[in-house]
């Protein structure tokens, strides 16, 4: 029976969860799952790449002698195993079957298996004949590259395969374009060797990145999950900001924050957590459109979370040329204080409503709980401090023989851990569908997972402290997770007399090969998607693409960098429909990071390499919000039973934020710690970014201290701007650099501090011959002498009487990244001019904020004052 005109439409109906774990598989794992025979092997082969992951990523094999690989051939069977998986686990069309494999899916596997690992069967062949292919090479890639299209298309849809259709196509058809991106073409032969047998193409950086790195961390995430982190996390984070007012949010947010650090996945990240909150949140006052879409703001927030931060984090270290550890300096600011702007923008919605706050186990007096806050916090403190001091010492007295004795005390702390927790009941929490929840006490909920942090402190002990790769880092947590995941069960059964040994250590084995295959479906999708990036980074090394994009979208500017940006942000929304955030972040990165530097060099504006690329990967997360297409909304409206449309619009508005941090951290590097020497500038970086983003949000909620009227919300804003970006009102009373001789290079260069940076103005030809003038950063390292630290970065000079000329740039080096050629001539060098800290612009700033808390608050009392008088009468 249908309804009649003028009715509403019926509610939508909440998704079940296996439903919900359907649509992940569906868009990171594969909707098949055959039974019998089939399913048994396909479980294998995932196990099997697992595997050999963490073998190519250990010590072992050169400890042992066996099975080493180089770069090209863990590549090649890494794609090999990618690609199997693709025509196994992904249906070709919706109505194909999901409970077996068809013939043709098994031929296609094959085939696409055997034409990745051709670089590994026939590489000697390969290497004896370099740009010399044979007909089978030429079979080989054209079958290689037809396949991997196809399991693209099943894995991540048509737009990225239309994408590296459309620029094979460049390839080829160069001079028949356009004269501003037209070039002289290149024969079908030397397209299909340039992308299939070197590693220029699909064997390039992007694919490497995912065999040495993401897959590992992939892999921690899921093996983490599977051994109950994520949601021993969800509990700590009830436990410790339930009470608050609009505390589910709350809890949604930072739960997400925590997810963050082992996941890089958002729609996962809004199942795993939003089925447990989005329900609580609505039971608070919230709509389901608003649930929704805080959980969804969160989740995507987790991908810029370091240390994990997605793959593309990885992909910046081989793209930007600089260690993991200076990637995650760079972004922490940022992530923190989008996170902490979130958590408040839910703090004012809940005001909005009068949310009341969860009711928890037992009430305690105020001093009691001020005081378990300091008691926790204090106890945090001391055993990070006891474990960094302890593990320095230990290395101090023992040298070489210390990773062993860490070792052995990483896993005496872990029985005594679990031995702890085994003494008490694992803590369940109540159904969130129920009509009302209680919260359970926070240290009862903390004691009984704090095993869990011991791979989470290996994983950043051996990325920040000792600096390791962040493939053995990885290495070395999933090590860790592993244990945890073979003997957390059997050893709780020991520890607390229960008779079901045998059946606990099954378990164990049954959950440690779940995670393992898990972990490497999960990484289908990404494996495909780095691969088929290639196809464009390999089309612009074959063609010198980046210097027509440069010409390009000078023409489409102007030449305006910040046109140049917005255009940038566009394009990762609208491929980021179609193309998960990976290769959204290789094609864009690619294609406009070099462009946007040297448009902007050409327009005197210094801007560092990471932070375009900073830019590139935040707007590329934001397409899994914004509509029509935004999964992650998607997956939230799905368990809010709400419209995934107004889920992802109201999200995109929470996110607001995030789309505005990148655009203020192009022009002012300090949000990312660069151009900061001394603590106390850092500390004021810090607290105005922290104040600034909690104001945007204000603003953009049209809500402070109480509902805020129009011109506040406008000053507001206006404040957020001085605090952000404070350079901009200091630049247009005091110029931020003065020109230096040319002649003093070696004796500024010498006196930069660590990590400083060199900006030089330079002029020379282009390929095209015409004379351009740019302004150029070159990143330095260590002090030293002038000269010295040049070189290091790739710098050498010639000093003739009247000039300075660039005598050579080492490839690879941050003098090339920055954008140096040989032969230029250096006009002058830029140092920071002698004026006014544009840190004082902050006190006017807090001046004009004082005047709306005191407008705000004079209302907000008049409106008490009122309501007082009302209950008296």
């Given amino acids: 029976m249908t309804s009649s005109v003028g009715e509403p439409p019926p509610p939508r109906r909440a998704a079940t969860e296996a439903e919900l774990q359907a649509l992940v598989a569906a868009a990171g794992t594969g909707a098949r799952e055959p039974a019998g025979w089939t399913g048994r092997l396909l479980f294998g082969v995932a196990i099997a790449w697992s595997l050999f992951q963490i073998w190519y990523a250990s010590p072992l094999p050169f400890t042992l002698g066996v099975l080493i690989l180089n770069d090209t051939e863990a590549r090649s069977i890494h794609l090999a195993f990618a690609v199997f998986l693709a025509f196994t686990a992904y249906p070709a069309w919706r109505r194909s079957p999901r409970d077996r494999v068809p013939w043709a899916d098994w031929a296609l596997a094959a085939a696409g298996a055997f034409c990745a690992g051709y670089l590994f069967l026939f590489y000697r062949q390969l290497a004896e004949r370099p740009g010399l292919p044979n007909t089978p090479d030429y079979v080989a890639a054209v079958g290689g590259l037809l396949i991997l299209l196809e399991a693209t298309r099943r894995s991540l849809g048509p737009p990225l395969v239309i994408v590296a259709l459309v620029f094979l196509t460049y390839s080829y058809a160069g001079p028949y374009m356009p004269e501003v991106i037209g070039h002289k073409g290149a024969s079908i032969t030397k397209v299909i060797n340039?992308?299939?047998?070197?590693?220029?193409?699909?064997?390039?950086?992007?694919?490497?990145?995912?065999?040495?790195?993401?897959?590992?961390?992939?892999?921690?995430?899921?093996?983490?999950?599977?051994?109950?982190?994520?949601?021993?996390?969800?509990?700590?984070?009830?436990?410790?900001?339930?009470?608050?007012?609009?505390?589910?949010?709350?809890?949604?947010?930072?739960?997400?924050?925590?997810?963050?650090?082992?996941?890089?996945?958002?729609?996962?990240?809004?199942?795993?957590?939003?089925?447990?909150?989005?329900?609580?949140?609505?039971?608070?006052?919230?709509?389901?459109?608003?649930?929704?879409?805080?959980?969804?703001?969160?989740?995507?927030?987790?991908?810029?979370?370091?240390?994990v931060m997605g793959a593309a984090a990885f992909l910046m270290t081989e793209f930007v040329g600089i260690p993991y550890t200076q990637v995650v300096k760079h972004a922490i600011l940022p992530a923190v204080v989008s996170y902490i702007a979130l958590f408040y923008i839910v703090h004012l919605e809940a005001l909005k409503i009068g949310s009341e706050p969860l009711v928890p186990d037992r009430a305690r007096p105020i001093r009691e709980r001020l005081l378990a806050g300091a008691v926790g916090l204090g106890g945090t403190l001391a055993a990070s401090a006891f474990i960094y001091f302890g593990i320095v010492g230990v290395q101090a007295a023992f040298g070489g023989h210390a990773g062993r004795i860490v070792a052995a005390a990483g896993g005496l702390a872990y029985l005594g851990l679990l031995a702890y927790a085994a003494r008490f009941p694992d803590l369940e929490l109540d159904d969130p569908s129920a009509p009302l929840i209680r919260l359970p006490d926070t240290w009862p909920t903390v004691r009984t997972g704090l095993h869990y942090l011991l791979p989470l402190v290996v994983l950043i002990w051996c990325l920040m402290i000792e600096q390791l790769s962040p493939g053995l880092s990885a290495f070395w947590a999933t090590a860790a997770v592993l244990g945890i995941l073979l003997t957390q069960r059997p050893l709780l059964a020991l520890l607390r007399g229960d008779r079901a040994l045998g059946v606990a250590t099954w378990l164990g084995l049954v959950e440690t090969a779940d995670a393992l295959a898990l972990g490497a479906r999960n990484m289908i999708s990404v494996g495909v998607a780095t691969a088929t990036a290639g196809i464009v980074v390999g089309t612009v090394t074959l063609t010198g693409m980046s210097l027509i994009m440069t010409d390009f979208v000078e023409l489409i500017s102007g030449g305006n960098v910040f046109v140049m940006l917005v255009m940038t942000a566009g394009t990762c929304l609208v491929l980021g429909m179609g193309i998960p955030t990976t290769a959204n972040y290789?094609?864009?990165?690619?294609?406009?990071?070099?462009?946007?530097?040297?448009?902007?060099?050409?327009?005197?504006?210094?801007?560092?390499?990471?932070?375009?690329?900073?830019?590139?990967?935040?707007?590329?997360?934001?397409?899994?919000?914004?509509?029509?297409?935004?999964?992650?909304?998607?997956?939230?409206?799905?368990?809010?039973?709400?419209?995934?449309?107004?889920?992802?619009?109201?999200?995109?508005?929470?996110?607001?934020?995030?789309?505005?941090?990148?655009?203020?951290?192009?022009?002012?590097?300090?949000?990312?710690?660069?151009?900061?020497?001394?603590?106390?500038?850092?500390?004021?970086?810090?607290?105005?970014?922290?104040?600034?983003?909690?104001?945007?949000?204000?603003?953009?909620?049209?809500?402070?201290?109480?509902?805020?009227?129009?011109?506040?919300?406008?000053?507001?804003?206006?404040?957020?701007?001085?605090?952000?970006?404070?350079?901009?009102?200091?630049?247009?009373?005091?110029?931020?650099?003065?020109?230096?001789?040319?002649?003093?290079?070696?004796?500024?260069?010498?006196?930069?501090?660590?990590?400083?940076?060199?900006?030089?103005?330079?002029?020379?030809?282009?390929?095209?011959?015409?004379?351009?003038?740019?302004?150029?950063?070159?990143?330095?390292?260590?002090?030293?002498?002038?000269?010295?630290?040049?070189?290091?970065?790739?710098?050498?000079?010639?000093?003739?009487?009247?000039?300075?000329?660039?005598?050579?740039?080492?490839?690879?080096?941050?003098?090339?990244?920055?954008?140096?050629?040989?032969?230029?001539?250096?006009?002058?060098?830029?140092?920071?001019?002698?004026?006014?800290?544009?840190h004082l612009v902050y006190l006017p700033s807090l001046a004009l904020l004082g005047v709306v808390v005191l407008t705000q608050r004079a209302r907000l009392g008049r409106r008490q004052d009122r309501g007082r008088g009302a209950q008296l009468s």
């Fill in 194 to 307: 340039h992308q299939w047998l070197t590693t220029e193409g699909v064997f390039g950086v992007s694919l490497g990145v995912s065999t040495s790195f993401v897959f590992l961390f992939v892999l921690f995430g899921s093996l983490l999950e599977k051994a109950g982190a994520g949601n021993y996390m969800m509990q700590v984070s009830v436990a410790l900001l339930g009470h608050l007012r609009g505390g589910p949010a709350k809890v949604a947010v930072v739960s997400s924050a925590l997810n963050g650090l082992i996941s890089g996945s958002s729609i996962s990240n809004v199942v795993s957590g939003g089925i447990f909150t989005i329900p609580m949140m609505k039971r608070t006052g919230l709509s389901g459109v608003k649930a929704g879409a805080i959980e969804t703001a969160s989740s995507v927030n987790g991908q810029i979370m370091p240390p």
């Fill in 586 to 838: 290789i094609l864009i990165a690619t294609l406009m990071a070099p462009v946007i530097v040297e448009l902007g060099a050409q327009g005197g504006l210094v801007i560092p390499l990471i932070a375009v690329h900073l830019f590139v990967f935040y707007f590329g997360i934001m397409a899994d919000v914004t509509p029509p297409v935004g999964l992650a909304s998607y997956a939230a409206a799905a368990i809010s039973g709400e419209d995934p449309i107004k889920t992802g619009l109201q999200g995109s508005v929470y996110s607001l934020r995030t789309a505005l941090l990148p655009f203020l951290f192009i022009f002012n590097p300090q949000l990312l710690f660069i151009g900061v020497h001394h603590w106390v500038e850092a500390v004021l970086v810090i607290g105005a970014a922290t104040l600034g983003m909690l104001l945007f949000a204000a603003g953009t909620m049209n809500y402070f201290l109480t509902r805020s009227r129009l011109w506040e919300s406008a000053v507001l804003l206006l404040v957020t701007f001085a605090l952000l970006r404070p350079d901009f009102w200091m630049n247009q009373v005091y110029p931020q650099y003065r020109d230096e001789p040319a002649g003093r290079i070696v004796e500024i260069a010498g006196a930069l501090p660590d990590i400083g940076r060199l900006n030089l103005v330079v002029q020379g030809e282009n390929l095209e011959g015409n004379t351009v003038t740019k302004t150029v950063s070159v990143r330095l390292g260590s002090p030293g002498e002038g000269r010295r630290r040049m070189a290091d970065a790739g710098l050498r000079i010639i000093e003739g009487p009247t000039e300075v000329t660039v005598a050579t740039v080492a490839l690879g080096s941050a003098a090339r990244r920055s954008g140096l050629e040989a032969g230029w001539q250096v006009l002058a060098v830029k140092v920071p001019a002698d004026r006014p800290s544009p």
